[in-house]
């Protein structure tokens, strides 16, 4: 086990290493490096008006310790990363083998889908929740000492402050419970569930507390009822999961779907497909517990980001983090059978392993970044118009005019492509204008 661990660890800071030359990127300004939350000067009289408070004190620790130094804030998320892993292969590894474990936490872990969470800094919302669910699942389903369970309530109480998501945490559980948990009776069941149930209790109050959560909840609600919502959320949810199976297909900014009604087919093909495998899980629990926690894992991982508030855009990447453990694992009990099924899985986590690589080393390059995400989601106008701002960094400025202008088309409410296009005016009248530094 300790050999396996020490692999799998290397495998990962191999896979992952290149995403400390990233820099910060997209929402890591606006949410690390000019969030007064994120700063340690102002953190704590910001503490009344911002979101994700562990998460933010994270930030105000590392800004206190070295500033806004992007390598520093790249190694903690890789650290972090690999804690979780670490924990994962720890906890499946009791649920399923070693064996299983170790194959399911490398396909996972490798996964060029977690680079949105991993390599962006701002990501960090996904991964350190992340860690404190796996964590606290680790010590509620072990034996029911306690200091453990006191230990996973305190963990269920910060895992919320880092990404409401992991308010689902005494679900998860109590699906343990229902599919591999061997309790007893109810009344040791529920000893061990009552400090995971009190601990996200109070981090729901804490976080109904804040009024910038109250004021997203309202503004969610006022841009789409529940139903309406749940429509839209439908529809997203397979284009998320399509990513485990494309990971070629990873961009940092995905293209979102149609607004399709009700009675549309891709509507009811995502209902009926969800409904399938709920039901699935449900009918599985006895004959094959394993599988059927892993479906029920992905499902309830998604429930919260995808269910009944609405986001502008639906479909991201970040919500795999946790829920890319369920289809791992369904593939690893699938494969670490037999022999033949571990050279497939050795294959699969190499080729995951480059393109993950791959895809950090296109994070130091912004233009490469953002041409990449263009190139990927070409009715969106959001990825050209970064495209273009990446661009004027460079002096490039008729690839930049062009980017910019098609980015306005696709987005006209854009105030950072009419700002840039500004920015772009005053470059080219500049004596003398700049030269591009791109081939």
């Not at 804040?210 to 439908?234: F, M, Q, V």
């Not at 499902?299 to 980001?305: A, D, G, I, K, V």
């Not at 690589?357 to 953002?370: G, H, I, Q, T």
Request: aromatic content about 6%; some cysteine.
């Amino acid at each position: 086990m300790t050999r396996a661990a020490a692999a799998l660890l290397l495998a990962l800071a191999a896979a992952w290493g290149a995403a400390l030359w990233a820099g910060f990127v997209f929402d890591d300004l606006a949410d690390v490096v000019e969030n007064p939350a994120g700063q340690s000067a102002t953190f704590w009289e910001s503490l009344g008006a911002t979101l994700r408070l562990l998460l933010k004190a994270s930030y105000a620790l590392q800004d206190w310790l070295h500033g806004p130094w992007a390598p520093g804030f790249h190694a903690a998320n890789l650290l972090l990363h690999l804690a979780a892993a670490l924990v994962a292969l720890c906890w499946l590894t009791r649920l399923a083998g070693a064996r299983a474990a170790l194959v399911a936490v490398a396909l996972w872990g490798l996964h060029p889908a977690l680079a949105n969470s991993v390599t962006e800094v701002a990501g960090r919302s996904a991964v350190l929740s992340g860690l404190l669910v796996l964590g606290c699942l680790a010590l509620a389903t072990g034996a029911p000492s306690r200091p453990r369970l006191l230990a996973a309530g305190l963990l269920a109480f910060l895992a919320p402050l880092a990404r409401e998501t992991a308010l689902v945490l005494p679900l998860l559980l109590l699906w343990w419970q229902m599919t591999l948990g061997q309790e007893g009776g109810p009344g040791r069941g529920w000893r061990r569930a009552w400090p995971v149930w009190l601990g996200t209790l109070l981090a729901a109050a804490a976080i109904l507390a804040l009024p910038r959560h109250r004021e997203l909840i309202d503004y969610s609600l006022a841009a789409r009822g529940p139903l309406d919502a749940l429509r839209g959320n439908l529809v997203a949810i397979p284009a998320i999961l399509r990513f485990l199976a494309e990971p070629w297909a990873v961009t940092i900014d995905p293209a979102q779907p149609r607004p399709w009604g009700w009675g549309d087919w891709p509507t009811l093909l995502a209902a009926a497909g969800l409904l399938g495998a709920a039901l699935a899980a449900l009918l599985l629990r006895r004959r094959a517990p394993l599988a059927a926690f892993a479906l029920g894992w992905t499902l309830l991982c998604l429930l919260p980001s995808n269910s009944l508030l609405w986001r502008e855009e639906p479909v991201g990447l970040r919500p795999l983090y946790l829920a890319g453990l369920g289809p791992a694992l369904l593939l690893a009990l699938l494969l670490a059978r037999r022999r033949a099924g571990l050279a497939v899985a050795a294959l699969l986590c190499l080729g995951l392993g480059v393109l993950t690589l791959e895809r950090n080393l296109l994070y130091a390059d912004p233009v490469a970044l953002w041409q990449d995400a263009a190139d990927k989601a070409p009715g969106k106008g959001r990825p050209r118009i970064q495209l273009g701002l990446a661009l004027l960094d460079h002096g490039c400025l008729d690839r930049a005019a062009a980017a910019l202008t098609e980015g306005l088309r696709l987005e006209p409410a854009s105030r950072a492509a009419r700002q840039g296009l500004e920015r772009l005016a005053a470059l080219r009248s500049a004596v003398p204008p700049p030269a591009c530094d791109l081939p």
